[in-house]
T-cell receptor
Framework: SQQGEEDPQALSIQEGENATMNCSYK?????LQWYRQNSGRGLVHLIL?????REKHSGRLRVTLDTSKKSSSLLITASRAADTASYFC????????????FGKGTKLTVNP | NAGVTQTPKFQVLKTGQSMTLQCAQD?????MYWYRQDPGMGLRLIYY???????DKGEVPNGYNVSRLNKREFSLRLESAAPSQTSVYFC???????????FGDGTRLSIL
């Protein structure tokens, strides 16, 4: 069953613009993780935000978490062509399971 | 650092053939995972191993078997390949429960 759902499915922007992707989930979580996947490669972990955190930054990335709305957003500021990739949110449902559940991803294209 | 290494990178099989996908990690991680990624379906967990000596079914285990050979290695076996198993297979590992996962670059498997 799908836990996280990213929105939009695809996003195309110009270099220098900001990109915002959203993730909604269904059950209570311990943390929420964002990953990037470049074409033909494996996923790379970007950032983890715990359920008791509301915002987290890492370089040009800003992640927010609203547990009351069961949603998270990933903001990439001043995007670059190299940011072109698919972005996935992943949530481990509360209860101790290691079954991290991934959404279907947002495909971001940054045009030079 | 090699991280997570998957072999082979590409494979073509005929229906009914068997094969084993290999995965090794050099990060001393306890947990390892096998996923398949299909267009429009996101990542789906096939099997996982929470720690050396244990394996558990994920979301789509039918048609697959796994072996946690030691702490470093986790293999995935297709006993009798079917065209529906055509996919990209990813191995991942993580240190402990709910920690970020590190992915290999995948095995692209086609079954004719």
């Amino acid at each position: 069953s799908q836990q996280g759902e990213e929105d939009p499915q695809a996003l195309s922007i110009q270099e220098g613009e900001n990109a915002t992707m959203n993730c909604s989930y269904k059950t209570s979580i311990n943390n929420l993780q964002w990953y990037r996947q470049n074409s033909g490669r494996g996923l790379v972990h970007l950032i983890l935000i715990r359920s008791n955190e509301r915002e987290k930054h890492s370089g040009r990335l800003r992640v927010t978490l609203d547990t009351s709305k069961k949603s998270s957003s990933l903001l990439i500021t001043a995007s670059r062509a190299a940011d072109t990739a698919s972005y996935f949110c992943a949530t481990p449902p509360q209860g101790g399971s290691e079954k991290l559940v991934f959404g279907k991803g947002t495909k971001l294209t940054v045009n030079p | 650092n090699a991280g997570v290494t998957q072999t082979p990178k590409f494979q073509v099989l005929k229906t009914g053939q068997s094969m084993t996908l290999q995965c090794a990690q050099d990060m001393n991680h306890n947990s390892m995972y096998w996923y398949r990624q299909d267009p429009g379906m996101g990542l789906r967990l096939i099997y996982y191993s929470a720690s050396e000596g244990t394996t558990d079914k994920g979301e789509v285990p039918n048609g697959y078997n796994v072996s946690r050979l030691n702490k470093r290695e986790f293999s995935l076996r297709l006993e009798s390949a079917a065209p529906s198993q055509t996919s990209v297979y990813f191995c991942a590992s993580s240190g402990h429960l709910n920690q970020p996962q590190h992915f290999g670059d995948g095995t692209r498997l086609s079954i004719l």
